[in-house]
């Protein structure tokens, strides 16, 4: 009696979130259009703003010290940065659009160096600057009222153009890597809104291996303990177009 009570009761929730979805999918499908013939444009330009939280793939070398030590890196704690852009696009066909989008970025990454049997500590952070340039292919579903979700994949090359320098560790200049995203166009009366959510894989090594720029020899130790260093890097990002 009590297992039929539940079915029913089952069976009618079920019955009543089906009659309000229902209910929601029509008066969706009466609502007008916001800028019905944004995305034939064959042109268009926008700016974006977005947080992101940069990181690091290390590997190490397995260097041992004169006196026995032995140290590894890795990034204790992610770090929110700022980035701003501005955006190209390119109209392909209905689903397809091109776009150039270079942005901005303004951060910190932190860092800490341990040894590996005794457990001593280095900590150090490095404020970073660097322009980004992305080229995207963007693959857009078909719209539904005022929304319309897409991907898009693509490569890019970034140049530092300011970072705080550290004798522990050194950076390249340039960087470059593949880039893969997803976001909805919402679309408002005077312009579109684009939440979007990003990966950045660097495939450059980063890690500047020169050593003739240590003035202090305990410093030696930090650098050669880190054989290469990629860039990872996720993205929250508000595009307005």
């Known amino acids: 009696m009590i297992l039929k009570l539940k079915a029913e009761i089952y069976i009618i929730i079920l019955s009543t979130l089906c009659i309000l979805l229902v209910n929601e999918i029509h008066a969706q499908t009466r609502k007008p259009l916001n800028q019905p013939f944004a995305d034939q444009k064959m042109y268009h330009l926008g700016f974006s703003i977005g ?21 590894f890196a890795e ?40 040894e590996q049997v005794g457990g001593e500590e280095y900590k150090t952070s490095l404020k970073a600057s660097y322009l980004t340039l992305p080229l995207h ?13 897409y991907v898009l994949a693509g490569g890019y090359a970034s140049m530092d153009i300011g970072s705080k320098k550290d004798e522990a560790l050194r950076f390249k200049k ?10 909805c166009n919402i679309y ?3 312009f579109k809104l684009c939440p979007e ?17 240590i003035t202090d020899n305990d410093m030696l130790k930090y650098r050669e303990a880190v054989s290469s260093g990629k860039s990872r890097m996720i993205s929250l990002i508000f595009n307005f177009e």
Do not use: C, Q
């Not at 340039?174 to 976001?183: K, N, Q, V």
């Open 51 to 71: 947080i992101d939280a940069p990181d690091l793939i290390f590997s190490h070398s397995g260097y041992t010290a004169e006196n026995g030590e032995t140290w």
């Open 75 to 114: 990034i204790p704690s992610y770090s929110i940065g700022f980035n701003v852009g501005i955006i190209g696009d390119r109209y392909l066909n209905e689903y397809f659009n091109l776009r150039l989008a270079p942005s901005l970025h303004l951060g910190e990454r932190r860092f800490v160096f341990r």
């Open 137 to 149: 292919l963007k693959f857009s579903a078909p719209r539904i009222n005022n929304y319309r979700p």
């Open 174 to 183: 340039m960087d470059y890597g593949l880039e893969f995203g997803i976001g």
């Open 188 to 190: 408002l009366p005077l």
């Open 197 to 213: 959510l990003r990966f950045s894989f660097g495939l450059a090594d980063l890690i500047d291996k020169d050593r003739s720029d």
